[in-house]
C-alpha cells in the first residue's frame, strides 16, 4: 500500500503509475546467480551445438574425404590425445609468453602515442591519419620487412606484433580523450585538476570505456600478427602453436591441424571474455548497466 501525497488517502497496487511503478518493478526483477549464469551460458552452447551439429553434416555429406576434413568425434579424440603430452601445453606456454610480451610492449606504447597525439594539434595534424593508414595494414605485409630487418626471429615477431596492435590501441586512446565531454574537463578545472591530474582523475575516468575498446582491438591484431608470424617464422621454436600448425599441415594430420585452431579460437573466446568482464564492470559503476542484468 502507498498513500498519495497530496491528500494522504492510501493508495492500492492497481492505482499506482508513473516514477512508483517503476521503481517498484525494477524491485520486483530480482534474478539468482544461477538464473545468471544460465541466461549467460546456454546462448554459448547452442551455438556451439549448431557449429558441431553443421561440421557433423557437411562431413557426413561426402564434400570432402574423412582424411581431409574429419568429423567432431575424430578431432576431440585427438585433442584429448594431445592433452595428455607436453606437446600442446608447451606450444600454448610458447604462444601465450610471445603474446604477452608484444601485447604489453604495444599497450605501453599505443598509450603513449595516443595521449600524445589527443593533447597535441601538431602532432594530431602530423601523424594523426598515419595511424589509422598503419591499422589498416595487413599484418602479413610487414613480414617481409620484419624479416628483413631482423631475419627470422622472435625480433621479427615481436616487430610485427607490435605494430598489429600499437596502432588500434592508440586510436581508442585518442577516441576516447576526444569524445570527453568539455562540461566535465571545466568542471574538473574549476575544482582546480591540472596538466596531469586533469588526465589522471577527469579525462582518463571518462575516456576508460573507449580506451578498454581500442585494448581488446589491439589484442585482436597482435593475437592474428602472432599467429601469422608463429606460420612462417616456424624454425625458431618447434612448440608453438603456429608451428604445430605448419607441422600438421605438411604432415596431412587434418585432426592435429584442426584440433590445433580450436585451441587458438578458445584462448581468443577466453581473453575476449575477460575483455567482457572488463567492459561489464565498467559499464556498471558508470551505472549504464542494470544490476539485475546479465
Known amino acids: 500500500m502507498a498513500s498519495d501525497t497530496l491528500s494522504g488517502a492510501p493508495r492500492t497496487d492497481a492505482e499506482l503509475s508513473g516514477l512508483d511503478a517503476l521503481e517498484i518493478a ?18 554459448k552452447l547452442a551455438a556451439l551445438a549448431i557449429a558441431l551439429g553443421a561440421w557433423q553434416l557437411v562431413v557426413w555429406s561426402g564434400w570432402k574425404p574423412e582424411y581431409s576434413l574429419p568429423g567432431p568425434v575424430t578431432v576431440g579424440q585427438e585433442l584429448l590425445r594431445q592433452a595428455g603430452t607436453d606437446q600442446l601445453w608447451q606450444g600454448i606456454a610458447t604462444t601465450l609468453r610471445r603474446a604477452a610480451v608484444g601485447y604489453l610492449f604495444s599497450v605501453g606504447v599505443g598509450l603513449l602515442i595516443g595521449l600524445a597525439v589527443a593533447r597535441s594539434r601538431v602532432l594530431r ?143 581468443g573466446l577466453l581473453v575476449d571474455a575477460a575483455f567482457g568482464a572488463a567492459d561489464k564492470a565498467i559499464r556498471r559503476r558508470w551505472g549504464v548497466l542494470d544490476q539485475g542484468g546479465s
Do not use: C
Not at 568539455?182 to 596538466?195: F, I, Q, S
Open 26 to 43: 525494477g524491485r520486483q526483477k530480482t534474478t539468482t546467480r544461477a538464473a545468471r549464469l544460465w541466461s549467460a551460458t546456454w546462448p
Open 125 to 267: 595534424a602530423a601523424i594523426g591519419s598515419m595511424i589509422t593508414a598503419l591499422q589498416t595494414m595487413p599484418s602479413i605485409a610487414w613480414f617481409p620487412l620484419a624479416i628483413l630487418l631482423f631475419e627470422l626471429s622472435e625480433k621479427a615477431i615481436f616487430f610485427v606484433v607490435v605494430l598489429g596492435a600499437a596502432p588500434s590501441i592508440a586510436n581508442g586512446v585518442i577516441s576516447g580523450v576526444d569524445y570527453v565531454p568539455p562540461l566535465l574537463v571545466r568542471a574538473g578545472r574549476n575544482l582546480g585538476a591540472r596538466g596531469l591530474n586533469l588526465y589522471r582523475y577527469v579525462i582518463a575516468p571518462a575516456a576508460l570505456p573507449a580506451i578498454v575498446a581500442g585494448l581488446k582491438q589491439g589484442w585482436a591484431f597482435s593475437w592474428r600478427s602472432l599467429m601469422a608470424g608463429e606460420l612462417i617464422v616456424v624454425g625458431i621454436s618447434t612448440s608453438s602453436l603456429g608451428a604445430q600448425l605448419t607441422y600438421a599441415r605438411e604432415l596431412s594430420d587434418a585432426p592435429w591441424l584442426l584440433g590445433t585452431m580450436i585451441v587458438i579460437l578458445v584462448v
